[in-house]
């Protein structure tokens, strides 16, 4: 992890804590630099400041007082291409052209460079003065035509042509409706694929050369370290394209061929769905705003990653955000904010978890509370133990169905008489893609397409056809399919009992308390909404183990996500 510039300034003896402290404090009302304010301050020479810097972005230093630099190397560069990116050639190592920078974060310059000489380009720190000066010496005085990188406007900053690739792919996806965005390395390309309405598909390849830039550049707009190349790193970016502002969720994962990266898209100014939006049937809409409605208890909603869960509970919260209700959430992240509610984000780097969140949630005296995942036995104790003194608790877990939300809390470690006191029901979901409006056409259903929803001989069913509007897929956006589980005073007692889970699944659907998603989507097939291609991607049978119920105690072993 990298060391903050405070700590290695304290580590090297060149500044007093209290020093430390004083510019920390003058940092919170002015929007400055820590080194600026330290070297503003006395506390510490400009030179320092820059040598822990670079001490801190792992980049070589060095000092230009009093030097100039060859003139084959700064004749590479024009004037305002050395003002505008605030750099100048200095040596040579090996094949690498090796210039000076006085701000790390001009590590984005490497891109702009690389295009323009054509050639392997490496960064040097050195002091803001003197390479003013140094600029000055060489070049001549800024004519005010070139700016510094950071002063550009976004126009002028995306004539990097690896910066106007990427911009290129986010409006792209934002015009594609993509969800995530896929970077992915090969030995001779990289290739980018979009995932829309839930499939991925190629967007474009590029020669493998522009991978190094185009993760060079993300890692700095996330926040990452450009030089570990070794580690799994997350980070997020702010970015608008195509007039949005997104909210982007970056994943670096190292791979034999080298780092790939995953990208999700969070549209922060997209409408949230209401409660009618969803999909829902009217029986099952009716049931899930009466379960939401009861002043406590914790009701789960389940589904594998990208399946709508967090749309589904925050259409519940909307519901339920009046202002004789107070509502705390706590995720990670935050993926949309909505008036009236308070929401958290967990850090899990300074303690702030899931479970220590929700411990001091229960001193703000909430009504409702949104726990963003159960993770482990602790946040469904904590879950629990809420949902029993007077607080509506909201949560998801990742299980198969609705009844595997029961066995997932016991894997933790969870007694089945907590589960059966606290669980008022559970909403299992997957998304489906949605059949195109405009070119969707009616046609006889097939033999096993009649088997599978008991249609009669002659029966007509919609199928994708293919047009522009939907890009020639057949599908446009995606619905939500549901099953639900309602627990009844049968379904406690069995949990109480210790009597297996098959039993419990049998008896719920057997007392209609359990509505499987088979049903679900078989009706928003023959309503013409999707298919039965779609149907069997999101649905399988499984034949479950008949296991019982054990009770487990304190000291059981917390069981692992499936």
């Known amino acids: 992890m990298r060391k903050q510039l405070g700590a290695i300034l304290l580590a090297q003896g060149a500044i007093q804590e209290d020093q430390l402290r004083d510019a920390l404090a003058q940092q919170k009302n002015r929007s400055a630099p820590l080194g600026d304010l330290l070297v503003q301050s006395g506390a510490v020479d400009e030179e320092t400041v820059a040598r822990a810097l670079a001490l801190q972005a792992r980049l070589p230093f060095v000092s230009l007082s009093g030097k100039t630099p060859p003139a084959r ?215 899930f705003e009466q379960v939401i409605e009861r002043p406590n208890g914790i009701f789960l909603v389940t589904g594998p990653t990208g399946s709508g869960k967090t749309t589904t509970l925050y259409a519940a919260l909307q519901t339920l955000n009046r202002s004789d209700k107070k509502i705390l959430t706590v995720e990670d992240p935050v993926e949309y904010r909505i008036k009236g509610i308070n929401q958290v984000q967990v850090h899990p780097s300074i303690g702030l978890s899931f479970a220590r969140a929700l411990r001091a949630f229960l001193r703000q005296a909430p009504n409702i509370v949104l726990v963003g995942e159960i993770r482990d036995r602790e946040t469904a104790e904590v879950a629990i133990q809420a949902s029993l003194t007077g607080h509506l608790v909201f949560s998801t877990v990742h299980t198969n169905d609705a009844p595997s939300a029961v066995t997932r809390l016991l894997d933790m470690g969870v007694p089945p008489f907590l589960i059966a006191t606290s669980l008022q029901g559970v909403l299992a979901q997957r998304l489906v893609r949605r059949l195109c409006s405009k070119c969707a056409v009616e046609e006889p259903a097939t033999e096993v397409e009649r088997e599978l929803l008991g249609l009669d001989k002659g029966a007509q069913l919609f199928h994708p056809r293919g047009c522009p509007e939907c890009s020639r897929t057949g599908f446009r956006g995606r619905v939500g399919c549901f099953e639900w ?78």
């Not at 992915?184 to 290739?191: A, H, L, M, N, S």
């Open 73 to 287: 190397l700064t004749d590479l560069l024009d004037a305002n291409q050395a003002w505008e990116l605030e750099c100048i050639p200095v040596t040579e190592k090996g094949e690498t052209l090796l210039v000076a920078v006085a701000d790390p974060a001009k590590v984005v310059v490497l891109d702009t460079l690389r295009f323009l000489l054509d050639r392997d380009v490496g960064l040097v720190m050195t002091s803001s003065k003197v390479l003013e000066s140094v600029l000055e010496l060489v070049y001549g005085p800024c004519s005010g035509e070139a700016k510094g990188v950071d002063d550009e406007s976004p126009e002028q900053f995306e004539e990097s042509p690896v910066v106007r690739l990427v911009q290129k792919m986010f409006s792209d996806a934002v015009d594609e409706r993509a969800s995530d965005i896929h970077i992915e390395p090969f030995d001779d390309r990289v290739r980018i694929r979009y995932r829309i309405d839930g499939k991925l598909e190629i967007y474009n390849e590029h020669p493998i050369d522009l991978h190094a830039p185009i993760l060079s550049h993300l890692k700095v707009s996330a926040g990452l370290d450009i030089a570990e190349k070794r580690k799994p790193q997350d980070g997020r970016i702010e970015h608008t394209a195509s007039g949005r502002s997104l909210d982007v969720r970056t994943s670096i994962l190292p791979t034999s061929s080298g780092e790939t990266c995953v990208m999700r898209l969070l549209d922060r100014e997209a409408n949230l769905l209401s409660l009618p939006d969803l999909g829902l049937t009217p029986r099952a809409l009716a049931w």
């Open 485 to 562: 589980l309602q627990m009844s005073e049968s379904l406690r007692d069995i949990l109480f009992q210790g009597q297996s889970l098959n039993r419990f699944s049998a008896a719920a659907a057997k007392e209609g308390a359990w509505s499987k998603m088979p049903e679900d989507i078989s009706e928003k097939i023959l309503s013409g909404l999707t298919t039965v291609n779609e149907m069997l991607r999101v649905t399988r049978v499984e034949d479950e183990p008949d296991e019982p119920v054990k009770p487990m105690d304190s000291n059981s072993t917390e069981g692992t996500e499936s």
